[in-house]
Each structure stands twice: as structure tokens, then as C-alpha cells.
């Protein structure tokens, strides 16, 4: 059974056969059901597709527990097919809505955890490159080096070698050999990747530097969508931003925003807009990072640092084109003139607008010296290596989790 439910395309028509069958059986096997109860149907039919497609494609960056995004993901897509219905005034039937989110909670939840999707990804290894500088301790991938002689039989879920590096003509034809027989070959650098999130930037002419170049077409893609969803959020936005402001004014003396110049992409500088977190400071005083600046932060400041509602105010910068939504944090101009003489490739990070929230916040939280910068600058290039879609829904459902754990606050 386990076997079969292995194949994704039987265990999800299981689960919305299924689905469909306990929905009938809810309604009483009527003969005519109403119009209601037809288009809820058709409604949680398209939610379990759409949310059974989604996960794998916002997983597949990193080794993680897909698990953990079915919740999200799942109440996301039920919640797009609510605005669908409000929208478009389409009937239907609240009950069957319900019952069958909870019926598609359950049986993804089971069947994730029945199919062992969190089972280790066992590779194979070519010793061409150095295995042990790979962590393989990560818990969801076991790396295991191949014998002389080198058999396909004993590799399990793909082939790991260093496409850059020498190989002898029998390892040269045996790689040739995986790929003719649809054995998966992963270049080490990729798979190192995959696992902490991040290019390695000592080497990053390894990388081909071309691929650092965003894709045109879903950049101007990615305007549109962020636009769209500030605009439509602003009935809830907007009071806060209103109420946030009141509260900063009435604690503590001086304006309500904080204005800055950041670079930007190409280099560019821009105006960031924030809510004052802090006193205001000093006229002539140097920059610091958040963290030397912690004995100014207000009682105001300190929550809305917290839950990131200081930054809310950058949604005008987004539409006004400086800022996206999504990408690596703009830093101050001293900072990135100090950054670029003592970190290599710094400078790349500029290739994309600037984000609100980005894969290196999430990932690793923030940085306040030259040291967490660099590995910062190794979550960035990560990001515009593969920028996408689905990479950006990544981030938001982990922008979503520091939200609600201030992780990466200062």
C-alpha cells in the first residue's frame, strides 16, 4: 500500500476521490443535488489540485518537511477560492467548504507522513571532489561514496559528482551511462546548495556568473503581482499604518516616519520609508547597525519592530518602483562602500530591487557585522540565482513564521 500511495498522481486522485465521496456522503447521496453543493464541489476539487501542485514547487529549493507548508499553503489556496466566490458571488455551500478543508487537512497530513516524505534523499558519490566538506549530516540526505568498480546498482536516488573538476575516462563513461539511463547526476555545488541555501561566493566564478542575471519576464511579472496584492490589502494596511503612527507621536516626541537613503538596484539611492522605531537621532552622528543602537529603540518601537510593522510603510516604495516586496534588504551607502572593499562580489546583491522581506532575513536572521554580512551576501546570491515565483512564496510563508516569532528582529 505504501508503495502505491508512493505515486503522487494515486495518492492525491485517492485523496480527492475520496474527498468527494465523504462529501456525498455528508449530503445524503441525494439524487439531485443543489447548485450550492455542485459548485462547492467543483470549488474543493481545484482547491486539493491547486494545493497538492503548490507544495512540491514551494519545497523544491530546500531538503525541508513538506509537512510543515500544508497548513499554510492549503488555508491560503481555500482562501483564494473564498475571494473567488465573493468576487464572482458564486454559490455555495459554507458546510461543504468546511468539511472539506478538514478532510484535505487530514488525509495530506497522513499521507505525508504514511509515504515518508521526509525521508532521507540517498545519494551516491563520485570521489572527485571533497565529500566531507559536504554536509551530508543534513537530516533529510544521506551521501554515501561510490567503490571502485563503480556499479549503477548501488545507487538509490541520484549520482553526486564535481562537474568541474578532472574525472578519468571510466568515471567520464559512467556519468554518461547514469544519464542515459535516467539516473538523476547533481553537480556537488548544487546539492550544497540545496542544502544550506546559499552559493559560496569564494568560488562564485564556479557558479557561472550569468545565471546571477534575473529572468526580464518574471521580473516585470513579479511588479505586477506585489502591486496588486499591496492594493488590495491597503483596507486593512492602511488603519494600521494610521493607528501605528498616532501611537509613535504620542509616546515619544518628533515625526512619525523615518526617512533614510539606501541603495538600491544598480547601485542606486533611494529614499526608504519606516516607522520611527527610535528616538530621534542626534544631527552629524555616524551610522550604526540596529544592534548598537538597542538603548534608543521606543516601547512602540520595540513591538513594531517585532511583528515588522515598522516596515509597512515601504509598500509606497514598492509602487513607487524603488522596493519590491520581495529580495535582499537595502543597506545604508557607508555600509555598502565599507562592505565592498572587504567582502568579494558584494556589489551582485544590486542586481534586483531591494525587498521588505527576503530569503537571507528568514533564513538567517540579521546581520550586524562584516562576517554575518558575508554569509548574508551568501543567502542573497542564493536568492537571485533562483529567483521565482514559487522561491518567493517560499519567503512568504517564512516571512509569515518571523512574524509571529520576532525571529531576525533588532
Not at 179 to 187: A, D, E, K, M, T
Not at 271 to 277: D, L, P, Q, V, W
Not at 296 to 317: A, C, H, M, S, Y
Request: charged share 20%; proline share 4%.
Amino acid at each position: 500500500m505504501r508503495k502505491l500511495l508512493k505515486n503522487s498522481i494515486v495518492c492525491h486522485g485517492i485523496g480527492v476521490f475520496g474527498t468527494l465521496l465523504l462529501l456525498h456522503v455528508v449530503t445524503g447521496f441525494r439524487a439531485n443535488l443543489p447548485i450550492t453543493v455542485i459548485n462547492s464541489f467543483w470549488l474543493v476539487s481545484c482547491a486539493y489540485v491547486a494545493t497538492s501542485v503548490t507544495i512540491p514547487k514551494i519545497t523544491n529549493y530546500l531538503l525541508v518537511d513538506r509537512k510543515y507548508y500544508i497548513l499554510p499553503v492549503l488555508a491560503s489556496i481555500y482562501a483564494a477560492a473564498m475571494a473567488f466566490i465573493l468576487l464572482f458571488r458564486v454559490e455555495y455551500s459554507r458546510e461543504i467548504l468546511i468539511y472539506a478543508f478538514s478532510i484535505h487537512l487530514f488525509w495530506m497530513y497522513f499521507s505525508a507522513v504514511y509515504r515518508k516524505e521526509n525521508a532521507k534523499l540517498n545519494l551516491s558519490a563520485i570521489n572527485n571532489f571533497d565529500v566531507d566538506n559536504l554536509d551530508s549530516r543534513h537530516a533529510r540526505i544521506h551521501l554515501s561514496l561510490l567503490r571502485e568498480p563503480l556499479s549503477m546498482s548501488e545507487i538509490k536516488d541520484g549520482l553526486v559528482v564535481d562537474l568541474h573538476n578532472k574525472l578519468t575516462p571510466e568515471q567520464e563513461k559512467f556519468v554518461a551511462d547514469c544519464s542515459i539511463n535516467n539516473i538523476p547526476v547533481f553537480h556537488s555545488e548544487s546539492i550544497r546548495e540545496m542544502i544550506e541555501g546559499k552559493v559560496k561566493t569564494s568560488h562564485l566564478s564556479e557558479n557561472a556568473i550569468g545565471s546571477l542575471v534575473p529572468n526580464p519576464v518574471y521580473h516585470n511579472v513579479k511588479r505586477a503581482w506585489e502591486s496588486a496584492l499591496i492594493i488590495l490589502s491597503f483596507p486593512i494596511t492602511l488603519p494600521i499604518m494610521a493607528i501605528t503612527a498616532l501611537l509613535i507621536k504620542l509616546e515619544n516626541p518628533g515625526p512619525a516616519m523615518f526617512i533614510q537613503e539606501r541603495v538600491g538596484q544598480g547601485g542606486k539611492t533611494f529614499r526608504i520609508y519606516k516607522f520611527r522605531s527610535m528616538t530621534v537621532k542626534k544631527a552629524g552622528a555616524e551610522d550604526k547597525f540596529a544592534t548598537e543602537e538597542q538603548a534608543r529603540v521606543t516601547k512602540v518601537g520595540k513591538f513594531i519592530r517585532k511583528v515588522r510593522i515598522d516596515e509597512l510603510p515601504q509598500f509606497f516604495n514598492v509602487l513607487k518602483g524603488e522596493m519590491s516586496l520581495i529580495g535582499p534588504r537595502p543597506e545604508q551607502e557607508s555600509f555598502v562602500k565599507q562592505f565592498e572593499k572587504e567582502i568579494p562580489f558584494y556589489g551582485y546583491r544590486h542586481m534586483v530591487k531591494p525587498g521588505i522581506t527576503g530569503w537571507a532575513q528568514t533564513v538567517q536572521g540579521y546581520a550586524d557585522d562584516t562576517d554575518s554580512t558575508r554569509e548574508k551576501l551568501a543567502h542573497d546570491l542564493y536568492y537571485i540565482k533562483h529567483l521565482s515565483f514559487w522561491l518567493d512564496m517560499n519567503i512568504v510563508l517564512k516571512t509569515i513564521k518571523t512574524m509571529m516569532t520576532g525571529f531576525g528582529a533588532k
